[in-house]
DNA sequence: GTGACCTTAACGACGCGTAATTGTGG
DNA sequence: GCCACAATTACGCGTCGTTAAGGTCA
């Protein structure tokens, strides 16, 4: 279910280094070694070994922002997190069975429709009057 | 969707007051009283103002601990219980559609079966054969 | 009056963010 | 040699659980 190439935000695809990845969220960066020491995130490195963040990177953090400003500590954002995308899931599994749902009575109307052809009683002789009742 | 009264735990309907509540969690009553003014949980009250504890209560202040041990804090234990009854919620809407998604396709064969009886060609007159093409 | 509950406050331990230190690569 | 990164360590502050102190009701 990918989303169309222009609907997505300005996903350049660049990374961030740690300090603009800081900057960008208002934090010290030795905040988000934390955060990955803690299992919150986990950016890519570079050939050197330094972290580059991408943007959904950029967008986790955010949250674990708003988390942690919410008086949240960093085990409970990582377990918050974790619901979070499992609440995510299932909204989109539920979608998705309801849409299922409707899609197969549909189907099996058609079906019918294909298979079936509505025959007024007048056409029929009487020996098919009668299976008819 | 209510659980039959017999597949339920040893719902007796018994309550507890904060001490023996502290002790069947092995926690300080006071404790409890924290978690109570943090919003975790909400205990019933006697006449006289004392926590009246549910067995419902019991099992949430088991699940409270359990996280706080895990090294959550309070906050983070207050949005994981809320979280984690969103998952259940969901869970079961979506076992719940599939069901119906089930039936749905079920009924309306059914509808079919008695709205319509498959007539063989050869019971046809020429004209509604041409119909059925 | 004894005991269990209530509330509020103080203390110690721990987690988190900042800052300092030291080391490495371009 | 300079700058930005890395990792580790130390410090200050807030949170949490325990304990204590004082009040109320049966």
Redesign the pocket.
Known sequence: MAVPEDQRPPSTGATY????AADLAG????????????GLLDPK?S?????RYSDADIVVLHRI?EL?NA?V?????RRILALERRVADLSEALEDAREAARAAVEQTHRQYRRDLVPIRDAHLPVVVRRIRR
């Open positions: 280094v740690i300090s603009v934090v010290h960066p030795q905040t988000l070694r934390i955060y990955e020491r803690k490195r050939r050197g070994g330094d972290r922002i942690t008086g500590n960093l085990e409970g954002v």
